[in-house]
């Protein structure tokens, strides 16, 4: 494979690794909802409410998850981090909300494993990220509207190009027209987006029905950057 075109390097150990030990993502220690499922919650109340089952992809240890099941949803819950599927099932067993959850260990660039039209709403708050050949994010795009039932909501949120954590390591990367980093503090590599780009990735099958671009302050390695992502939610025809 080219240096132009990044392999997708060794994700498991990595997030195995921010599981059990490093800690750096918002989604191995932070317990709120996520600002996305929020903006997705505030645009659905206009039209009845979320449906469900709620399907997850890479859910964690729950941050998003967990809410909802205690709100009275469904949620399926996918992950390939076994430590972060282990910390999950022991959060929604000590919250009482473990018959409403489904936790499967999954990688995202195989075929979901559920039935076409399954679920009502589908979350991915940063894990198409995790996806960095074109191929595999194609691949996930068309799985995502096959289990999505018709009328269903996607909402995706990802790290921007000009992300203020992310744009150093983007500079120095050997795959700088890809949008391709990887994080020396935890050897994850990411996927850096613009909305057209993920629009290219879920709009073939599905329509772009609202969008979002947030700053906030927060911190990352022990300093305080200015983070940007997209927010967006496609619902299927």
């Not at 039209?117 to 996806?131: K, M, R, S, W």
Request: with cysteine; charged share 25%; proline share 5%.
């Amino acid at each position: 494979m080219s240096s132009s075109t990044p392999e997708p390097g060794d994700a498991r150990s990595a997030w195995e690794r921010e599981y059990a030990e490093v800690r750096a993502y918002t989604t191995s220690y932070r317990d709120e909802l996520d600002r996305g499922v929020e903006f997705l919650l505030g645009f659905a109340a206009a039209s009845g409410g979320v449906s469900g089952p709620v399907l997850e992809c890479a859910c964690g240890r729950g941050r998003n998850a967990i809410p909802l099941a205690q709100a009275g949803y469904r949620v399926i819950g996918l992950d390939h981090a076994a430590a972060a599927l282990s910390q999950f099932r022991a959060r929604a067993r000590a919250e009482a909300v473990a018959d409403r959850i489904v936790s499967i260990r999954h990688d995202l660039r195989e075929p979901l494993p559920l039935a076409d039209e399954l679920v009502g709403t589908v979350l991915d708050i940063t894990a198409i990220d995790n996806l960095v050949q074109p191929e595999a994010q194609r691949r996930y795009g068309a799985e995502v509207a096959r289990v999505l039932r018709p009328g269903g909501l996607l909402a995706v949120v990802t790290f921007d190009l000009d992300d203020g954590y992310y744009r150093r390591f983007l500079d120095a990367s050997p795959w700088p027209m890809t949008g391709v980093v990887e994080d020396p503090n935890t050897g994850i590599r990411n996927q850096l987006f613009r909305g057209r780009e993920l629009d290219a990735v879920f709009g073939t099958a599905l329509r772009l029905a609202a969008a979002s671009r947030f700053d906030f302050v927060d911190e990352a390695a022990q300093e305080r950057w200015t983070r940007r992502f997209h927010m967006r939610l496609y619902r299927k025809p």
